[in-house]
Nanobody, 120 residues
Framework: QVQLVESGGGLVQAGGSLRLSCAAS????????MGWYRQAPGKQRELVAG???????KYADSVKGRFTISGDNAQNTVYLEMNSLKPEDTAVYYC??????????????WGQGTQVTVSS
């Protein structure tokens, strides 16, 4: 079993910053992908930022230049630094990882979600 635990969400004024964290635990052999997605009310879940173990990253156009994804492979943790937040960034943010467990099975694992609310 592999679990992801997120933290760092909350309420912030427009223009402010938040840092989300997501730590993986359990029977982990390796992690090949770490990413953040978000889902606003009435909308589909969308990619915010993601990165591979090899170092390539991808950002949604709407967050480029404002958000930064980083990972700590030793700690099995991924972060999302969010700056210059806008009301349209309000959503539930979900952590996602592609994990190879100790049985060498590849798993797609999701966190429970953390609410980010940006007030105008």
């Amino acid at each position: 079993q592999v679990q992801l635990v997120e933290s760092g969400g909350g309420l912030v004024q427009a223009g402010g910053s938040l840092r989300l964290s997501c730590a993986a635990s359990g029977s982990i052999f390796s992690i090949s992908y770490m990413g953040w997605y978000r889902q606003a009310p009435g909308k589909q879940r969308e990619l915010v930022a993601g990165g591979t173990r090899g170092g390539s990253t991808k950002y949604a156009d709407s967050v480029k230049g404002r958000f930064t994804i980083s990972g700590d492979n030793a700690q099995n943790t991924v972060y999302l630094e969010m700056n210059s937040l806008k009301p349209e960034d309000t959503a539930v943010y979900y952590c996602n990882m592609v994990v190879t467990n100790t049985a060498r099975s590849q798993l797609i694992v999701w966190g429970q979600g953390t609410q980010v609310t940006v007030s105008s």
